[in-house]
């Protein structure tokens, strides 16, 4: 046993510190990215912020909303290959092209997992993006199945996770990995922390992992722990490369949670993948040997995503004229963190 007494910092730890801008206006700012990927050398070219693989939020109609505005989703881990062949096919038809590039196939890494992938890639080669999805990315059988990934699918992107640290980022990137997906415990509807007592705070893996992946021409996604704009431009400005995001853009018409009404009010069901609503639906039930480590909740429902994604992009911009970014690649370079003990006056709410 070790205790590392090095201070550690969530989102709600820190402000960024504002700094002189040139920037007349949010409109001059720049949230593209370009990334050149380590493994295969293929770019990709649009706003880096995802919707998470959760099937409430991770969806086919999620997916042709955000790619409207060159954002990034990772479909969930159980859609079968025939309603893969179905979207791939409606966007071929509509020429949305643009749409397939900005998806990722989410799967787990048992042999069937993997068959399916190869199935799916096979029927539509027009997918780039893999995403090796666990809760634990520290086993070593999911390094090895990263390498094996790695093997049969050469010239696809691979996304590997979730770890919090550095050399973990680091092994998996050497085994394959072209972005490695950063959080434990931080999500909304995520219980591991509370579950199992595992974690690290969340703007603090993102600075750590950063340095480690950018060393070895890697990118790594923020995944989890935002709660508004603010915690967004915060996760770029500690370095991330993407950011994801699950509560946030949950509640709204693309996504896949059930609407139910209460009291005259209109809300959506979400839920963690790991949670007992999850492995009900998916697998029949809790297995005995393991716990449910993530919530079931309802979120009032939010109407179309589109409204959302602007509030996001809007105050991320606004973030980037504060620290004088023209850029987004800039926001980390200019960003300076202060610690806080408090985010917002919260005297009054919101009608």
Known sequence: MRIEADLKLGFKDVLIRPKRSTLGSRAQVSLERMFRFRHT???????????ANMDT?????MAAALARQRLFTAVHKHVALE????FVAVARGNGAQATLVNVAVSVGIVDTDLDRLDHILERCPELLFIC?????????????????????????????????????????????????????????????????GVGYPQLSAIIECADAAHGLSGQIISDGGCVCPG???KAFGAGADFVMLGGMLAGHDEGGGAVVERDGQRFCEFYGMSSQTAMVKYSGGVADYRASEGKTVIVPYRGPVAGTVK????????????VGALHLKELTKRTSFVRVTEQENLVFTER
């Open 41 to 51: 050398g293929r770019t990709w070219t649009g706003i880096p912020i995802m919707a």
């Open 57 to 61: 939020v991770g969806t086919f109609a």
């Open 83 to 86: 309603e893969w062949e179905a």
């Open 132 to 196: 090796l999805d666990v809760a634990n990315g520290y086993s070593e059988q999911f390094v090895t199945c990263v390498s094996r990934v790695r093997a049969r699918h050469p010239d696809k992107v691979i996304i590997a996770g979730n770890v919090v640290t550095g050399e973990m980022v680091e092994e998996l990137l050497l085994s394959g990995a072209d972005i490695v997906k950063v959080g434990i415990g931080p999500g909304s509807v995520c219980t591991t922390r509370v579950k199992t």
């Open 231 to 233: 915690d967004v431009a």
């Open 311 to 322: 509030d996001i992009l809007g105050g991320l911009r606004s973030a980037c004229t504060y």
